[in-house]
């Protein structure tokens, strides 16, 4: 079955980095469409960033200049590096795949603070 397991979250100091993973199997990875989205507490979950299966990319404006999606179709792997960290960066971040489906992973607590 489809899985997305996220890790590296954790708590960081203002102006810190993270890296974020999610691990996916059960689906054909190279061609689905992944993205990060997180949700505040309180508020709706959005999107942060998300890349395609040609290797395109788009960010909300919030995190532009400061974070970086990436990944390695040879580990089934995606990434969100996340650099400056700001304390309104902190929230639950998931990740997503589409892939004819919409599939979620748990999410990853991250918390910006000093």
């Known amino acids: 079955q489809v899985q997305l397991v996220e890790s590296g979250g954790g708590l960081m100091q203002p102006g810190g980095s993270l890296r974020l993973s999610c691990a996916a199997s059960?689906?054909?990875?190279?061609?689905?469409?992944m993205s990060w989205y997180r949700q505040a507490p309180g508020k709706q979950r959005e999107l942060v960033a998300r890349?395609?299966?040609?290797?395109?990319?788009n960010y909300a404006d919030s995190v532009k200049g400061r974070f970086t999606i990436s990944r390695d179709n040879a580990k089934n792997t995606l990434y969100l590096q996340m650099d400056s960290l700001k304390p309104e960066d902190t929230a639950v971040y998931y990740c997503?795949?589409?892939?004819?489906?919409?599939?979620w992973g748990q999410g990853t607590q991250v918390t910006v603070s000093s």
């Open positions: 059960g689906f054909a990875f190279s061609s689905a469409a």
């Open positions: 997503n795949a589409v892939r004819w489906n919409t599939y």
């Open positions: 890349i395609f299966s040609t290797g395109s990319t």
